[in-house]
Structures are given as C-alpha cells and as structure tokens.
C-alpha cells in the first residue's frame, strides 16, 4: 500500500447514476465515484461528494510511499522559497510545515494548495489544478536543487497536474 495520484481529463457529472442494492451509485469503466470533493477541501472545486463523474481519459502516473511524497512536498516548499517554520530545525517537514502554517493563518502561496492537501484520500478540481500546474512550473526554474529521484517526482507531477487541467481532477487514494 502507498500513494496513488490519478488523473481524469474531460469530466462530466453523471446525472441520475443508477443505485445499486447497497445504496451506492454503479460506476462503470469510464466513471470515477468522488468520495469527498470539496465536502472536507477547498481544493476540490466544484466535485461534488457522493457523486459520480464521466471522464474521457484516466491517467495514474504516480505511485510512491507516503514518506517519499512528504519528503517531495518539503523539498517543493524549500526550493518554493519557505523559510523553515523553525529557524535550525533538523525536523524533515519543517519547510512543508511553514506552508501548512501559513495555510491555517489564512495565507496562500506557491504551491500551497498541493502542500497543504491530505496525502491519503480527496481531489482538486481543475481551477486548483491549473493553479498548482503553474505553481510547479515556476519552481521547476529551481529543479536543479532537487536530487535526481525527486526532480523525477517532480516531472511525474507536472504531467499528471497538466493531463488534469483540461476539465479534469486529481483524485488521491
């Protein structure tokens, strides 16, 4: 088990999906039920919890641990320009932690809609998705800061986040 990342492009909602015996609606191959949508995250947009959607593509480019994509999220905060949430902290997620805090305070920046997502279940819509697409690419300018695995993670993003700006979303799972 670890992190999966999948992109659908060309989503619509599926309107009056069929129930079946449990109470939930029937998915077929090209639909994708939305278990939270922006019922628990801003980041959501405008997906709706406890629907089903359509899409005309999927894509699922990224597959990690859960430490591999927090390590990938500190190291996108550091070369986003966050300064530590502790001055000389050794803590692994100190610049993560920054974004995070800030987020709490109210305060948005580069990238803090990706950093500031839960990891483990939920989407982002396609206006958070195309904010976060250009958020990559300005710090894709500082990727050269990044060792080699993580600046792969970080094209791997770049590629999901852009299949998903064409009327689509990411969904975590």
């Not at 406890?50 to 990690?64: A, L």
């Not at 396609?126 to 894709?140: F, G, Y």
């Amino acid at each position: 088990m670890g992190l999966d990342i999948t992109a659908y492009k060309n989503v619509k909602l599926v309107e009056n999906p069929k129930m079946v015996d449990t109470n939930h609606p029937e998915v077929w191959g090209n639909q994708v039920y939305i278990n939270i949508g922006n019922s628990e995250w801003e980041q959501g947009d405008d997906l709706e919890s406890g629907q089903v959607y359509g899409f005309s593509y999927v894509m699922s480019v990224y597959r990690s641990s859960y430490s591999t994509y927090g390590n990938l999220r500190n190291e996108l905060a550091r070369i986003a320009g966050y300064e530590p949430l502790i001055a000389g902290s050794q803590y692994r997620g100190i610049y993560a932690a920054r974004v995070c805090d800030n987020w709490e305070q109210g305060k948005r920046g580069i990238l803090s809609e990706l950093i500031c997502f839960a990891d483990n279940e939920g989407e982002i819509g396609t206006k958070t998705c195309r904010k976060i697409l250009n958020d990559l690419h300005t710090v894709s300018a500082r990727a050269g800061e990044l060792n080699e695995w993580n600046q792969g993670l970080l094209t791997d993003l770049i590629q999901t986040f852009e299949f998903a700006a064409v009327d689509g979303f990411i969904q975590f799972h």
